[in-house]
C-alpha cells in the first residue's frame, strides 16, 4: 500500500491536504474538508462525495413549504409555533431569503425524508447510531420529542432533535473530566439527542437560536427553563457549547452541566 499527499491552499490560505491510499492499484481519497473517502475512479463514489460534501459543508436544500415556522431570527422575534402554544402570533413567513426555524411535522413524509438525511450527515460526523429518530418522527409523538431546523438562504443549515425526559435518566456531568456526579438525581425537562450546523455556518450563534427556539416550543404551551435542557453525551464541541449554555459552577469549583443516560 502506498500514501500519497496532495497540498493545496483553501480560499482562506490554509493549506490543506488530500491523502491518496493506493490499494490493489485502486486510488482511494480522503477529502480535506469533508473527511469522506470515496474513489475517483468510481462515478457512484463521486456522485456520493459530491452530495455528501456539499450537506456537510453548506446544508441541504429545503424547500419554503416544509415546517411549522418558530422563528424569524432576521427580526429575533417569534412568528409562529404549533397552534396549542402562547406564543403564536398568527403571522406568516413571505420573505424566501429570510433566515428562519421551523419544526418538523411528523406526518408529512417529504420533511420526516429531509430532516432524516441530515440526521445521517450528524450521526457519521458523531459515530453515533443512526437508529434513534423514532421519539420526534412517530405519528402523534406530540409529547415525546421533535425535530427542529435552522433555515438560511433556502437551505437546512442547523438542526436540533429533543426528546421528553423521564426522571431516572437525568444526571449531573462533570465538565472537566466528563464522569457523572453519583447519588444525585436532578430533574429535567427535555433532552438534547441531537444538535448540528454545517461547517459554513458554524460560530455564528446558529446552535443557540436552535436551543432556544426548542426550550419555547418542543412542549405546547411550555417554555422550559434553559436549566432544564439537559445534553446527551456531548461532544468536544459540544461540550463547549453545553458549558456557555447552561453549565453552572460548582462550590467545589468545578462546572456541572446538565444531561442524560
Known amino acids: 500500500m502506498a500514501v500519497n499527499h496532495v497540498r493545496s491552499k483553501s480560499s482562506n490560505g490554509k493549506r490543506l491536504v488530500q491523502s491518496k491510499l493506493n490499494i490493489n492499484n485502486e486510488t482511494i481519497l ?39 415556522p418558530i422563528h424569524d431570527t432576521t427580526s429575533s422575534t417569534i412568528i409562529a409555533t ?22 418538523i411535522q411528523e406526518n408529512k413524509p417529504a420533511e420526516v425524508k ?59 456531568m462533570i465538565y472537566e473530566t466528563r464522569t457523572l456526579v453519583e447519588h444525585v438525581r436532578p430533574q429535567f425537562t427535555l433532552g438534547i439527542s441531537r444538535i448540528w450546523v454545517c461547517r459554513a455556518q458554524r460560530g455564528k450563534g446558529i446552535a443557540e437560536k436552535l436551543l432556544d427556539a426548542a426550550r419555547i416550543s418542543a412542549i405546547p404551551g411550555q417554555n422550559v427553563d434553559k436549566m432544564k435542557l439537559a445534553w446527551s453525551q456531548p461532544s468536544d464541541s459540544g461540550g463547549k457549547l453545553a458549558k456557555k449554555y447552561n453549565g453552572v459552577k460548582h462550590k467545589s469549583g468545578h462546572i456541572l452541566i446538565p444531561c442524560y443516560l
Open 30 to 68: 480522503k477529502c480535506p474538508k469533508c473527511e469522506m473517502k470515496y474513489s475517483p475512479n468510481s462515478i457512484d463514489d463521486v456522485a456520493t462525495h459530491k452530495k455528501y460534501h456539499d450537506l456537510h459543508i453548506n446544508g441541504r436544500n429545503w424547500s419554503q413549504t416544509w415546517g411549522i
Open 82 to 103: 404549533p397552534s396549542s402554544s402562547p406564543f403564536k402570533t398568527g403571522k406568516s413567513v413571505n420573505n424566501k431569503n429570510s433566515e428562519r426555524i421551523v419544526m
Open 114 to 172: 429531509a430532516m432524516l438525511e441530515i440526521m445521517d450527515i450528524v450521526n457519521q460526523e458523531l459515530n453515533a447510531p443512526q437508529d434513534e429518530n423514532n421519539f420526534w418522527r412517530k405519528p402523534n409523538a406530540e409529547h415525546q420529542g421533535k425535530a427542529i431546523v435552522y433555515i438560511k438562504d433556502k437551505k437546512a443549515v442547523g438542526a436540533i432533535t429533543v426528546e421528553v425526559l423521564k426522571q431516572h435518566k437525568c444526571r449531573w
